[in-house]
């Protein structure tokens, strides 16, 4: 006995009818074969169309998502925007010149004096000859001159305990929220970056949005640990009056502060860029069509 088959097409129906004619094999029709006719040709060739027509359907929907050459360009300089912002934040949390202390350098009346400066992490005292300082400045310092440092870190963040300097004693419960809201916004940045990776290289452009969420959130946690710390500052010389203080902030805040409007702008932009449409183009016409309608 001859096997029986059919031929089917892309959806599963049978190509050609039971009039249609059906392949012979041995002078003997096989049922459901596919015909010799027009019509036959005909269903085979629509069965094929309409397979290329929906490959082309998903090319074109996955190209809606897909980036071109010129949004890849401006994406990777938003990137490198928020780069920059994320390694002068690295660079701020990471040293102790966020503030400088300063009693007056003939306190102790001796040939030295003692200045401090402060970071999240930890502090730093320095002995420096007051020869050295310039005569006409009325504390010690700076700490750039040449001296003896001694640094420590904080051990509120092991024991508990707070540091006392010049007799004053630092608020632990605000220079942990410094410290903690520094760290969390370092960990939103990771998460941002790790979003524009992926939308470079899935070439989608959904992955902006969280992105400029997070480097936007980064920035503002970046200045608002900024803002705890100043007030750290401020009631640890409200501590103790015996010692007269002079602080001035460092070049560390300056890092940081730098870093948290960066951040922002970074934000900013990928925020723009994930819009479905340009603000650019839409708000150029309008100043065009007005200028045009004011001439006339």
């Known amino acids: 006995m001859w096997s029986t088959f059919f031929v089917t097409d892309e ?12 392949v012979q094999v041995g002078g003997m029709p096989l049922a459901g074969g596919p015909a010799q006719g027009p019509v036959g040709l005909n269903n085979l060739m629509t069965g094929r169309s309409t397979f290329g027509g929906g490959s082309k359907r998903r090319r074109t929907t996955s190209g809606a998502q897909a980036m071109s050459e010129a949004q ?7 990137f490198f925007v928020a780069i920059v912002g994320v390694v002068l934040t690295v660079l ?28 999240l992490w930890k502090g730093c005292t320095k002995t420096l000859w007051v020869a050295d300082i310039d005569p006409e400045r009325e504390t010690c310092g700076p700490a750039e001159l040449p001296g003896e440092t001694n640094c420590t870190y904080f051990k509120y963040f092991t024991t508990g305990e707070n540091a006392v300097m010049f007799q004053k004693t630092t608020h632990k419960n605000l220079s942990m929220a410094s410290a903690m809201l520094a760290m969390f916004s370092l960990f939103l940045m990771v998460m941002g970056a790790i979003c524009i990776t992926m939308s470079l290289s899935k070439e989608i452009l959904f992955f902006l949005k969280p ?3 997070c480097f936007i959130l980064s920035g503002v946690l970046v200045l608002l640990s900024l803002l705890v710390f100043h007030q750290s500052v401020l009631a ?35 925020l723009l860029l994930a819009l479905p449409y340009s603000p650019w183009q839409r708000c150029l016409p309008q100043k065009n069509t007005s200028s045009n309608s004011g001439g006339t």
């Open 11 to 22: 959806e599963g129906r049978p190509v050609g009818g039971p009039g249609g004619g059906g």
């Open 72 to 78: 890849e360009g401006k994406i990777k300089l938003a």
């Open 92 to 119: 701020g949390v990471g040293t102790e010149f966020w503030v400088e202390l300063s009693p007056p350098k003939h306190f102790y009346n001796n040939q030295t004096c003692l200045t401090a400066h402060l970071g």
């Open 211 to 213: 992105a400029s969420v």
């Open 236 to 270: 640890f010389l409200s501590s103790d009056h015996s010692v007269p203080l002079h602080h001035e902030l460092a070049w560390s805040v300056s890092c940081i502060g730098c870093a948290g409007a960066v951040l922002i702008v970074g934000g900013i932009l990928f």
